[in-house]
């Protein structure tokens, strides 16, 4: 038996930039995950939906129009009214640090602005290794 | 555990399905008890298969495919396989992203999935999931095969009917592609048909499909000229596939094909089991090095030792 991780890589919202995510994307690939990647301008609810079949273990969003503190969070809440308790959020993008804290009480467990290293996204996929369901 | 999520299967729900696949793809334990399940409530869906070369448009077709198919009303899944890396087991899979605007639509089902190390342009999990998803009632469920070459043919042995895609441009590949994939479509279709040598691909096609037929004696292949981008010729394409595979229940050739996917499973599992059995009872995976030193010291060949182990398995069969 084999568990392979599985990650959706989404973009909410308005803006086109997708070099990011198409980044974080490639870079999770050489990490050993399967990615899903949907392209740019997906509402929350084709995001919720396209988690659910494909069944993924994370979500990764990113945004960087601005309206980050209000998707974020609309996906966390339609993936738990769903029924989906299980599946880890994360976001990168232009995020300013003060709205942070009120994304991670929102459930989006880790942000990540530009300049991050690639490592520390796969270091956090790895320490909720134990996390994840058999 | 198993038992409710082959009552959500049947029952439609979109978390137990998309949960079932991947316990298939992770090859957990209840594998077989839920497949087995759910096989009585299998073999109502049409099972088509969608292949061609990378960038022949296969994903956008389908996604002007699901349109039609949801205007009649049916239900549909699509199983899309991209590579695995070889090297990091990861993919990037990106197929959906031209069928995204089904996302939301609750009679679409979309599922990427990753080859795994499986060869043959699809992963090894397809044909169960495909189980899956005709125990959950779709009506039409597609399998979009990886960019091919010449011998990722498998899903030859997965689907009702075949769909081969090709596009101008690629000039004299299409006699590369003859003894391969050519070989295995049923309806052909010339995407990017807007483009100038689409025509001079058509004649090609018609052209190896005629000296095809004239070894076989069968029927001619359908081969249809379809924009995806600019949606022209789907109908046709939709329409001529249903054409085709009436035309296949009517005279056997569906049923002979289902059985002849059935026996193939058949011998994958038991070649499978039997293979876990006799490397369990021989204990391969410890004594493979010593067998490997007996061969590199020239104390045995290759064939001698296997055929002297295989008569121990039989002989122990026998008492």
Redesign the interface.
Known sequence: MSRKIRILIAKPGLDGHDRGAKYVARALKEAGYEVIYTGIRQSPQAIVQTAIQEDVDFVGLSLLSGAHNELFPEVVRLLRKQGANDVIVFGGGVIPEEDIPFLKKEGIEAVFTPGTPIKEVIEFIESNKERLRQ | MTKRLIEGIIRGD??S???A??RI?????DKETLIDALYEHTGHALVVGITGPPGSGKSSLLDRIIERERKQGKKVAVLAIDP??PF???????D??RM?KH??DQGV????M?S?GHLGGVSGATADAVKVLDAAGFDLIMIETIGVGQTEIEVMNLADVVLLVLVPGLGDEIQALKAGVMEIGDIFVVNKSDKEEANRLKAEIEYVLHLKMSQEQSETNPIFMTSAIQNTGIDQLVQGMHDYVQKMEADGRLAQRRRKRLTLELRTIFTAKVEAHVHNFLDTDHKLDIWIDQILQKKSAPYQLVNRKVAQVLKELKS
């Open positions: 979109v978390r399905i998309a949960r696949i991947s793809e992770n090859d957990t334990q695995s890396s990091t087991g990861g993919a990037i899979l990106g959906r992203l995204q996302a939301t089902f979309i599922r990427s990753a795994r």
